[in-house]
């Protein structure tokens, strides 16, 4: 071809990712490939950014001790997995009843989310990049189904975070597993029941085989965000030309999981009900239970941590601005299509 | 800083965009800016793209043939416009009844949208990216309200393309102005009814002056996308690098557009309405009537286009799969949430 090449004075910067996710979810996994894959080729090879599975440089959950102590220079995680550290972590992924998938993004690009979340991670040595979203989630697997709110008194559920705080509020006895082992206490019956992603990454750990009722919504899930966590003196280290390839590659990353979950959970769902599952959506009174419980929950918490107290107010606000308008247009749309034999 | 410069044997590459939008279209102009400036800077100021207002260089609806026989490198558009040229146009946008703008991402991220709709854009010597999208819109602005099908019949509106011969199908009189005579022929009374965007864009022009009734949704635009066109020859002849640049930038435009109309239309409807602007939503038989002469038109259209019938075969499949999928975590969440004091 003609076209010329260009000749990098620079030598060669050498990265590590550490992400917390495995390589068989694919899904997200694949956003971290993606974004360095990308900036390999617009540096022309002199920005090498190596992607490590969860457990390869250190321990899944231990990522942001790694960001900020400088062992990697990145990492791509849920921030919500962090709540131990500040419970403010989780407004940079999801809250029950927070923001759907467009709305999470929307209040990151061109509303305060990013500033706000990026004023919070300093504390950690910490710059954020949206990078990636699962849409709503399901509502887990059961072994019964739910049917009225007293049906969560004394089940013993697999969940993480505030979801397990507002679980518990509801009466539920909460587990904390990891993933991995989700399967093997489904089939054992030492838990009831386990909420995990979506159909796509669901039906790989096979929790259809061993609980046969699927709920939805995950109402703590509305569109949780992972992030690229970069260690700030590494971020500001860099020429600028690529710090513009970081911001650039982490919104193609970040858009790209969307569409990767959208694409492949349709089949998922199809293939999960051709075998037998069955879905259930959560009653009314257990919704309405919950809302409350975690809007009281977050009043609590707003009472005694300014940092989360600062998130949550321009959270909330957006919340509520963006469902006002949400209501109509989209939802109109939307509506009347799954309403529709197409 | 401690930051190297990179340093760029290569001579600069200067390119022109002719967008088809103007600059008082900020969301939708601010996605070429954005696009622009971000290339700019990833390349250190070598590979620089300005960006010019329709009508600037060429007609806004002459940006096809502009980028087609390299009279600009690439352009920022909606391939709607281009249905005079062939129909299948409209599907890289949107058509009644499609796909919403999460869905319309994932048809072309991962599903087979981009491949097939870079396949006929070819014909035109262009490779597309998608770039940006407003979301599902308002169905427009009417001087009185629209409570059965029966009402269509003899209304002079303001609309364009497939969405026009739907509406002909209805009874509407379709008048095909241009954005900036809207506002004039409302006032008038030469037309009854117009649909334009949604609440950012239309409290902008006024529309609420003019015509009091406000109409939701735009069933014709669940999901409009924008595109950057390229040059095929033009993007051929860039260093790798610049390749890698262009689908990085173009993909952080696109997810930003979203964010921008999302985080700016709330407050504009809100303004509308306290204003005394009515909100409606068209009546179910309305639409259901829309829904059937719609499939009715694409139905027609394939029997003689091959090339439509080729696209528009895998965009059904993919809009029912997404739709199946929808009904569950995706509308389970945002119903509840859209039926919250939050």
Redesign the interface.
């Known amino acids: 071809?003609?076209?010329?090449?260009?000749?990098?004075?620079?030598s060669t910067i050498r990265w590590r990712l550490a992400s917390s996710f495995p390589k068989s979810l694919d899904t997200i996994f694949g956003a971290a490939e993606l974004f360095a894959k990308?900036v390999g080729?617009?540096?022309?090879g002199?920005f090498q950014i190596s992607v490590h599975a969860g457990g390869e440089l250190m321990p899944a959950f231990g990522v942001v001790d790694g960001v900020q102590n400088g062992t990697v220079e990145m990492a791509h995680t849920a921030p919500y997995y962090f709540v131990g550290k500040d419970i403010t972590f989780a407004l940079g992924t999801a809250i029950p009843?927070g923001l759907?998938?467009?709305?999470m993004?929307?209040?990151?690009?061109?509303?305060n989310g990013l500033t706000l979340m990026r004023e919070f991670y300093a504390n950690y040595n910490i710059i954020s990049f949206p990078g990636g979203n699962t849409?709503?989630?399901?509502?887990g697997w059961f072994r019964k189904p739910i049917t009225k709110l007293a049906d969560l008194k004394g089940l013993r559920l697999r969940t993480v975070g505030v979801t397990g705080q507002v679980m518990e509020r509801l009466g539920v006895v909460v587990q904390a597993l990891p993933g991995a082992e989700i399967y093997q206490a489904l089939e054992k019956g030492t838990i009831d029941a386990a909420e995990w992603v979506?159909?796509y990454d669901d039906l790989k750990l096979g929790f259809n085989k061993v609980a046969p009722h699927y709920a939805?919504?995950?109402?703590w899930e509305?569109g949780p965000q992972l992030d690229f966590f970069i260690n700030t003196k590494a971020f500001?280290?860099?020429?600028?030309?690529y710090?513009?390839?970081i911001?650039?590659?982490a919104?193609?990353a970040?858009?790209?999981m969307?569409?990767?979950y959208?694409?492949?959970?349709?089949?998922a769902?199809?293939q999960l009900v051709a075998g037998g599952t069955k879905?259930f959506?959560?009653p009314k009174d257990t919704?309405d239970e919950a809302?409350k419980q975690a809007m009281a929950l977050y009043a609590e918490i707003s009472a005694k941590n300014p940092a989360w107290k600062k998130v949550y107010t321009d959270f909330?606000k957006f919340?509520?601005?963006?469902?006002?308008?949400?209501?109509?247009?989209?939802?109109?749309?939307?509506?009347?299509?799954?309403s529709?034999k197409?």
């Open positions: 071809g003609t076209a010329p090449a260009i000749v990098h004075a620079q990308r080729e617009m540096s022309g002199k009843f759907n998938s467009r709305q993004t929307a209040w990151m690009y061109q509303g849409g709503a989630q399901m509502g979506g159909p939805y919504p995950a109402w509305g500001g280290g860099l020429p600028a030309e710090k513009a390839m911001q650039a590659a919104s193609e970040h858009v790209d969307q569409a990767r959208d694409a492949r959970n349709p089949n769902l199809r879905l959506r959560f919704m809302f909330s919340r509520s601005e963006q469902n006002l308008w949400y209501r109509f247009a989209e939802a109109g749309f939307d509506s009347y299509m799954q529709q197409v």
